[in-house]
């Protein structure tokens, strides 16, 4: 989209022609095009000077992009592109770009780029036409009646914002506008990036300093955007272009190794591929197997990561099927017959990529301890990996909304479902948080910041839905992706059904309840930034205590008491002191001579010891139904525990008898309840009168100091019936705040 590109065959020594030759031979990128090698543009741009052709046929300029378009989509209607190159060609006429070549020759390279993808012919349109309105007379309206209103959507996504009207926030509010139309539109950035990509091609002749500008620009926003919209061909290819700038010496020696590498005799991947090939043709499953050479970016964090690099550390194999199902039978085939390193596992066809990759990740050994890794996939997985969202058309439009005039139907998943690919995912979140950024330098630092995360994690929500989130994410990101400005609200969360803090790291597949205050003025943290990781988060609670200077107090993070009323054990105390039984009954056991008084009135418990004196452990305080055991302990008291109490196992392993106990007819109870809850006002109240209108009798009550947000309350209860005992626990559960209610269970003694 840049008049300062040039041709490469007059590049300045930062991107060389050598290593290009170099990746002619051994880049993917050149294995894709070896039919149609890359366009000569001095070529190109003497027939562009002849003008455009007569209406009866096409002009010779864009007949490597026809050739390559066809490849994909053989009955394509090739005239929109022969109107759109000859509106382009004659606006542009006299248009020079620095290398010298008519400024032509950057669209029509620019389209042959998303041709050789696959990309539809409303795509390509509109690329021939990206730079009209931009540098040329041509208008928005021109566009949309000659062309159409999708066209014109796509040449206006991609149009620059004049400095003169924005100065030093063109850049940025120029990419905002982009990521705009993009959430209605993913062609858009398909443009952008095929457009960058050939200007990175041809950088040489500009300034040193301009060079590493655009370069740290493509490395921050465009490689990122062109990983998340999984177009891998364009990725691959600019991250080595960026190499070769930012890193120069580094890139030169990685060319050297690749070179040193190719000019060996042998190649222990090529003996592997082939080993393949005979144990998948005899065991019937048709497939292709390839040799994926690394790209120079690769090649340099294998070196980097494994120290001295062997054979196999300079490319993968890929195994091309046709049906999914064959993909598990090349993988169970291989790991049968050969060597495989069970650590390098992957499956990305069941639990897919955020960027639509779908593969299965391998690797197997060779007997001097060379790793193959290797990728399995179908040929349709193939293109949508290289190709990504390029490769799917529109996918927002609906098929039977699609012109029968244009082969953007063709481009449809197998299973003849639409993808999109924003919605839930990276595009949705961004979209939501631009539109918070306060100003243009804030927008572009938290850009190039969500961009870095370039992992994303998926965790489902009780409801089975799900929340797309960055890896690193924590439940103050995900309380902010599920409810927006309303998760200033929250108060904790649920992660795998335990009670976790909101800083807690989260997992791809946690299941994430998020718990919300039902006091209205609940309030985020001002820790809460510090947990953080998403700019949605970040912006939102930067909003809130922007506009309540005073507040960020109130529900603290972990760490600190949410209930204020209630800040240490005392205070609780003091809210609900322990109700003694009103009227304490004589157990059923009696207690031998010099026993402590009796305990109040429990259920009854029968021994196998006639006459023994029984009594029930307070370490887990059984109930009927209970399943117990007894032990005798010291005076020939009997203690009563739960089969699952963990102090049964101890005095087991210390040699002590068991004694048969049973259940008597007395129904009444004691039990020991330990209620967790979210600190907030008034809960203890709230709590003890649900026990009270249960008709239980609080015994004793203790109530831990707050950690981690968390409050854990003991109550030791009389009940006049066991069977009532769920009730009473369903009851606590139902008090807001109070998210789990367990009987008591002490850890075992230590041996």
């Known amino acids: 989209m840049s008049a300062e590109a040039t041709n490469p065959a007059t590049a300045g020594p930062v991107a060389p022609p050598a290593p290009q030759a170099l990746t002619a031979s051994v880049a993917p990128a050149a294995a894709r095009r070896k039919s149609r090698p890359r366009i000569d543009l001095r070529r190109l741009g003497r027939a562009a000077l002849l003008g455009p052709a007569g209406r009866d046929r096409l002009p010779d300029a864009i007949g490597h992009v026809v050739e390559a378009h066809r490849a994909h989509h053989p009955d394509a209607d090739l005239e929109p592109l022969r109107r759109a190159y000859v509106l382009a060609e004659s606006s542009h006429r006299g248009q020079m770009r620095k290398s010298g070549e008519p400024y032509i020759t950057h669209p029509l390279a620019v389209t042959l780029i998303l041709a050789e993808l696959g990309a539809e012919t409303t795509t390509l349109t509109a690329s021939l036409l990206h730079d009209t309105v931009e540098d040329t007379e041509v208008t928005l309206d021109q566009v949309r009646e000659q062309f159409g209103e999708e066209v014109r959507y796509l040449v206006d996504g991609v149009t620059k914002l004049e400095k003169v009207d924005y100065g030093a926030a063109a850049e940025p509010e120029t990419f905002r506008k982009m990521l705009v139309a993009t959430g209605n539109d993913v062609r858009v950035m398909s443009i952008k990036l095929a457009d960058r990509l050939h200007n990175m091609r041809t950088l040489g002749v500009m300034r040193p300093e301009k060079q590493a500008r655009i370069a740290k620009v493509t490395r921050d926003v465009l490689i990122p955007l062109a990983e998340r919209l999984g177009v891998q061909a364009l990725k691959t290819e600019l991250e080595d272009l960026v190499f070769a700038i930012l890193h120069p010496e580094e890139y030169e020696h990685t060319r050297e190794l690749i070179a040193e590498n190719a000019a060996r005799s042998g190649d222990p991947l090529a003996e592997v591929a082939e080993e393949m090939r005979g144990v998948l043709r005899e065991a019937g499953i048709p497939a292709e197997v390839l040799i994926r050479p690394r790209h120079f970016v690769s090649v340099h964090r294998v070196a980097r990561k494994r120290g001295q690099l062997r054979g196999t550390d300079f490319g993968r194999l890929l195994v091309l099927v046709n049906e999914d199902a064959d993909c598990y039978g090349v993988l169970g085939e291989l790991h049968t017959c050969m060597t495989p390193v069970v650590s390098e596992f992957k499956d990305f066809i069941a639990v897919p990529k955020f960027n639509l990759y779908q593969s299965l990740h391998t690797a197997v050994a060779r007997p001097d301890g060379q790793v193959v890794e290797v990728l399995i996939r179908t040929h349709q997985m193939h293109k949508v990996a290289e190709a990504g969202v390029v490769a799917l058309g529109n996918p927002y439009a609906p098929a039977s909304d699609t012109p029968a005039s244009d082969p953007a139907t063709s481009d449809v998943p197998a299973d003849g479902e639409r993808v999109d690919p924003t919605r839930p995912g990276w595009l949705s979140r961004l979209l939501d948080w631009q539109q918070a950024a306060p100003d243009p330098d804030t927008f572009w630092s938290t850009l190039r910041e969500d961009l870095a995360q370039d992992r994303e994690i998926t965790v489902f929500r009780p409801d089975g839905g799900t929340l797309g989130l960055p890896e690193g994410a924590t439940c103050v990101d995900a309380a902010y992706a599920q409810y927006g400005e309303d998760a200033h609200a929250c108060i904790g969360a649920r992660v795998n059904g335990r009670l976790a803090t909101l800083s807690t790291v989260l997992r791809d597949g946690d299941t994430v309840q998020l718990l919300m205050g039902q006091d209205p003025a609940s309030e985020p943290s001002r820790e809460w930034l510090e947990h953080a990781h998403t700019p949605a988060a970040r912006i939102?609670?930067?909003?809130?205590?922007?506009?309540?200077?005073?507040?960020?107090?109130?529900?603290?993070?972990?760490?600190?008491?949410?209930?204020?009323?209630?800040?240490?054990?005392?205070?609780?105390?003091?809210?609900?002191?322990?109700?003694?039984?009103?009227?304490?009954?004589?157990?059923?056991?009696?207690?031998?001579?010099?026993?402590?008084?009796?305990?109040?009135?429990?259920?009854?418990?029968?021994?196998?010891?006639?006459?023994?004196?029984?009594?029930?452990?307070?370490?887990?305080?059984?109930?009927?139904?209970d399943e117990i055991t007894g032990f005798a302990v010291r005076g020939g008291v009997v203690t009563v525990h739960r089969a699952e109490c963990a102090t049964v196992a101890h005095m087991k392993s210390k040699g002590r008898a068991e004694i048969g106990v049973r259940w008597g007819d007395t129904t009444a109870c004691r039990?020991?309840?330990?209620?967790?809850?979210?600190?907030?006002?008034?809960?203890?109240?709230?709590?003890?009168?649900?026990?009270?209108?249960?008709?239980?009798?609080?015994?004793?009550?203790?109530?831990?100091?707050?950690?981690?947000?968390?409050?854990?309350?003991?109550?030791?209860?009389?009940?006049?019936?066991?069977?009532?005992?769920?009730?009473?626990?369903?009851?606590?559960?139902?008090?807001?705040?109070?998210?789990?209610?367990?009987?008591?269970?002490?850890?075992?003694?230590?041996?």
């Open 540 to 625: 939102a609670i930067q909003r809130w205590l922007a506009a309540h200077p005073g507040g960020g107090t109130g529900t603290a993070e972990p760490g600190t008491p949410a209930d204020p009323v209630h800040p240490a054990p005392a205070r609780y105390a003091e809210a609900a002191p322990a109700e003694p039984a009103a009227a304490p009954a004589a157990s059923s056991a009696r207690p031998p001579d010099g026993a402590p008084a009796p305990y109040p009135r429990r259920a009854d418990v029968l021994a196998d010891r006639p006459g023994t004196a029984v009594r029930l452990a307070g370490c887990c305080t059984p109930v009927p139904p």
């Open 671 to 751: 039990v020991t309840l330990v209620a967790e809850s979210f600190g907030r006002p008034h809960l203890l109240a709230d709590l003890t009168e649900a026990i009270a209108l249960q008709g239980a009798e609080i015994v004793s009550a203790t109530v831990e100091p707050p950690s981690q947000q968390r409050v854990r309350h003991t109550y030791t209860l009389q009940l006049p019936d066991a069977a009532h005992l769920p009730v009473l626990m369903r009851a606590m559960r139902d008090v807001p705040g109070v998210y789990d209610v367990s009987r008591a269970q002490h850890q075992a003694p230590a041996s």
